[in-house]
Nanobody, 123 residues
């Protein structure tokens, strides 16, 4: 079993930056694909970024490519999402997720989820 706890959300102006963190419990963290998803009110949950077990392979949604950076520290059982050049359309609840299998951008492929952290970007 893996428990995930996100932190770092908040309210920032457009053009600003935030860094989200996701702390994981359990000994298997270094074997998991870690991903970030987001969900705006009334919309479906969408893929944002993912990173493989070593951190060497990363994947991004087109909407965040070049602005967001995902990374992980296996020694700290933590995955990060650095978000720069934020836009109002980035406003959403951001979820951390863990996948015991191979990389996927589908939410249904992920086995464990955090409770989410709110990110609000003002114009």
């Amino acid at each position: 079993q893996v428990q995930l706890v996100e932190s770092g959300g908040g309210l920032v102006q457009a053009g600003g930056s935030l860094r989200l963190s996701c702390a994981a419990s359990g000994r298997t963290f270094s074997t998991l694909i870690m991903g970030w998803f987001r969900q705006a009110p009334g919309k479906e949950r969408n893929f944002v970024a993912a990173v493989n077990w070593s951190g060497r392979s990363t994947y991004y949604a087109d909407s965040v490519k070049g602005r967001f950076t995902i990374s992980r520290d296996n020694a700290k059982n933590t995955v990060y999402l650095q978000m720069d050049s934020l836009k109002p359309e980035d406003t959403a609840v951001y979820y951390c997720a863990a996948d015991r299998g191979s990389y996927s951008s589908r939410p249904s492929a992920y086995d464990y989820w955090g409770q989410g952290t709110q990110v609000t970007i003002s114009s």
